[in-house]
Each structure stands twice: as C-alpha cells, then as structure tokens.
C-alpha cells in the first residue's frame, strides 16, 4: 500500500437543484445515510455531505449540497453553486410543473457555473406509478437534447439512487484525471 493516497484525494462539489419538494433532501438522505423521511416538510438540516465513493482503486470525495429549502423563494445564492463540478437537476415524475421547471434551473446553472459541469437529469418518485405524469421517454428526449445523463430514482424504494449520484461522481473522475 502506497502512504501518497491522501495526496490523490479528489473532493468534488456537487449539487442538488430542481423545485420544491420533489425529493432533493430525500436522494441525498438516501444516498448518504440510506434513510427516508416520509414527512419532510422541509430540509432535513445539513448544507453539505461528503461521502466517499471508490472509483478504481481511488477514494473520491463526493460533497453533496441541499439547498435549504430557499428553492422555494427561488433565491438560490451564487455562493452555492461556487465551484460545482457535478450537478442532479431533480423533478418529480408525478408533477409536471416540477418537470417544466427544469429549463429556468438549467439556465440557473449555467449562470453561476461552469458551462461543463457534469449534469445528470433526475425523474424522481419512480415508486408513484398511478401518478405518473411525466413518461420516461419525455426525460430521456429532455436529457438528451440538453447533453445531460438521465435516471429515474425513486428516494422512497432506493431504485437508482446510488447509480445516479455515482454515474456524475465517475464522470467527473473521467474528466479530470
Ligand atoms: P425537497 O424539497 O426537494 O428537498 O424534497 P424532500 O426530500 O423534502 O421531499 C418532499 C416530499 O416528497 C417528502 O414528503 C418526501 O417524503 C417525499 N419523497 C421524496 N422522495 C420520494 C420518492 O422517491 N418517492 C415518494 N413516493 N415520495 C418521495
Ligand atoms: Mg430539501
């Protein structure tokens, strides 16, 4: 074993956008700590988490932003997209209005951040089957037209959500080294 692997460490800044309630705090809570709030009314208290991911045979730091729920006064600070490498732009499969809302948080992205920052398109609550009304196919055609990855996740049954926040972190690592 090599004693120079903290000097390799990658830490990566990235964030969650999308609008209100459409699961931000749930996917990181899920991702990070594997738990769920069927309640939450509001965010669930931190700014950012870290976590570590193994990508062949390197630790990488992936630091994870929540917004504070300040989405809903849509005043989302420059301060928290400062420095972001990677970001989720989360919309609930069972919300239109959340799907629609996707291009205001990508021109929202692209003001205060880099224009290559490795952005993944999230349809979350893929458990809400009856209430669908986004189909899989309209977040694929949106993804793909905006060059962005895509997953639908579900915080709720846990499907993807781990493949999402991965598939930007290994990304990222693809990049910039
Ligand atoms: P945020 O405002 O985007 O951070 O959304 P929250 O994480 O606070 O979630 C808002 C509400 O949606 C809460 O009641 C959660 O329990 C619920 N929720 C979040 N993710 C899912 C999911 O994947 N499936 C279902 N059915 N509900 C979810
Ligand atoms: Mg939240």
Redesign the pocket.
Known sequence: YSQDDSADDYLFKIV?I?????????????FARDE?????????GVEFQTQKIEIKGKEVKAQIW??A?Q??FRAVTSAYYRGAVGALL?Y?I?RRQTFDSIGRWLNELHTHSDMNVVSILVG?????KDGREVSTDEGKSLAESEGLFFME?????SSNVTAAFETVVKEIYNILS
């Open positions: 969650l999308g609008d209100s309630a459409v699961g931000k705090s749930n996917l990181l809570a899920r769920f709030y069927p309640n939450s009314k509001s965010t669930i929540d917004t729920g989405e809903r989360v609930d069972s979350n609550k893929s458990d809400l996740t579900s915080a709720l049954d």
